[in-house]
């Protein structure tokens, strides 16, 4: 008898919870070709928003990017290794166009290209029906993650750091790479919110002290 897997079980509950996986009169269940717009239009609202919603997609960012990356180290083809080198200088030189959006776009395809390296079908269909969503989040990450210098040297490092642990098949540097680049976005998107808050603190009170 076989015994799902645990990170199986968790992928199947994030497909159900975004309305992907259902439930076949008679047993059974089937993936749908793509997220349903009618769930996936109030998300992309709701990160237009609510910045508060970023830090929960940074959160499905970690479950799903932790686990495409570990398998993706153990599964990947030469074909993959290929197609995440390209999108990770295509990544590179999206950053020097000083767009955001442009490269938001670039970087949500080299995380759908470590997915797709995972050969697990689930992740995949997972990571394309929600890439309108990561897109939208990444860039918001990114506007905010360039506000101080030298924080895109950190970013581009450990994307290439994820990027080799998958080249050469170690699952567990792959895992942890992918771990650490999003514990590092959430780290500084939270610092960086805290300022802000400081920030307008501080201007209330000098506000305050000029109409007393």
């Known amino acids: 008898m076989n015994t799902p897997r645990v990170s199986d079980i968790v992928v199947e509950k994030i497909e159900r919870s975004i309305g992907m996986l259902v439930s076949r009169r008679g047993g059974g269940t089937t993936v749908t070709k793509s997220l349903n717009p009618a769930l996936e239009d109030p998300l992309l609202e709701l990160i237009s928003n609510s910045p508060d919603s970023h830090a929960d997609v940074l959160e499905l960012r970690h479950a799903i990017e932790s686990l495409s990356a570990y398998y993706a180290a153990s599964r990947r083809t030469e074909s993959d290794i290929e197609q995440i080198r390209s ?62 210098s030298g924080r895109f040297d950190h970013v581009r490092d450990q994307h290439y750091h994820l990027m080799t642990a998958i080249i050469n098949g170690d699952p567990d540097h792959a895992r942890s790479a992918s771990d650490r680049h999003i514990d590092y976005v959430e780290r500084v998107l939270v610092d960086i919110d805290s300022q802000r808050q400081r920030e307008a603190r501080a201007s209330r009170r000098a506000l305050g002290a000029t109409t007393a």
């Open 87 to 148: 999108c990770y200088k295509r990544l590179i030189i999206s950053h020097s166009h000083q767009d955001a959006a442009l490269e938001a776009k670039a970087d949500a395809n080299f995380h759908l290209a470590i997915a797709e390296a995972s050969h697990n079908v689930v992740l995949v269909h997972v990571m394309r029906s929600l890439f309108s969503l990561l897109r939208k989040s990444i860039r918001y990450n990114l506007e905010n993650l360039y506000t101080q």
